[in-house]
């Protein structure tokens, strides 16, 4: 079965600890996608990934990091430097990054800050 | 602005056509159109994209205006499946990012 992962599903975290959201995919692509999205609201773009050891920000990256070691892995990391981190985040991966491309998301990951 | 304009939410009943209609007046030459659903709680689905012509695969069709300053997403008949928030996309050309707005909320009565 060919797709993309995400886990923990829902991840609880204290103020002030660094966390980490897993992404896998194996469908062989190249480009890799973070997106966070808040209640009532559209995607919003937080890193991307055309390819191995490269990744660029996207419009909020302040506050997290991610690496791209693997091409079917793209970690995010959510600082403690993010100040409202609570919010449900999606992943994505697409063949490349043209206008045909489709991104094919994972099922995300909700985040709570207690 | 890259983000584009739809309605808010929209109704329809089971097994009727919908009509989802988007604005995108700033669209530029390369930039695709794309759609995709998102259910709650879940990750969104593609739907369907076009450039220029109107476009048809087995989850619905796509309207692009000849000026391509707005596009339809057309459910030829809704199911209670397809009740959804529908994004309307734009893939920009220059950068091959997808910028999502708010969508449309599509509910269908049975």
């Known amino acids: 079965d060919g797709g993309i992962t995400q886990s923990p599903k829902y991840l609880f975290r204290k103020e002030g600890q660094n966390v980490t959201l897993s992404c896998e995919q194996n469908?062989?692509?190249?480009?890799m996608y973070w997106y966070r999205q808040d209640p009532g609201q559209g995607l919003r773009l937080i890193y991307y990934s055309q390819i191995v050891n490269d990744f660029q920000k996207g419009d909020i990256a302040e506050g997290y990091s991610v690496s791209r070691e693997k091409k079917e892995s793209f970690p995010l990391t959510v600082t403690s430097a993010q100040k409202n981190p609570t919010a449900f985040y999606l992943c994505?991966?697409?063949?490349?990054?043209?206008?045909?491309?489709?991104?094919?998301f994972g099922p995300g990951t909700r985040l709570t800050v207690l | 602005d890259a983000k584009t304009t739809q309605p808010n939410s929209m109704e329809s009943n089971e097994e009727e056509p919908v009509h989802l209609p988007c604005n995108h007046s700033t669209i530029s030459g390369t930039d695709y159109i794309h759609w995709y659903r998102q259910l709650p709680s879940q990750g969104p689905e593609y739907v369907i994209h076009g450039l220029t012509s109107n476009v048809n695969n087995r989850m619905a069709s796509l309207a692009i205006a000849e000026d391509r300053k707005s596009s339809t997403l057309i459910l030829h008949r809704a199911t209670l499946r397809d009740a959804a928030v529908y994004y309307c996309i734009r893939h920009l050309g220059s950068q091959g990012n997808l910028i999502f707005g708010k969508g449309t909320k599509l509910s269908v009565k049975p």
């Open positions: 469908l062989n692509h190249d480009a």
């Open positions: 994505a991966s697409s063949r490349k990054r043209r206008g045909t491309d489709t991104q094919y």
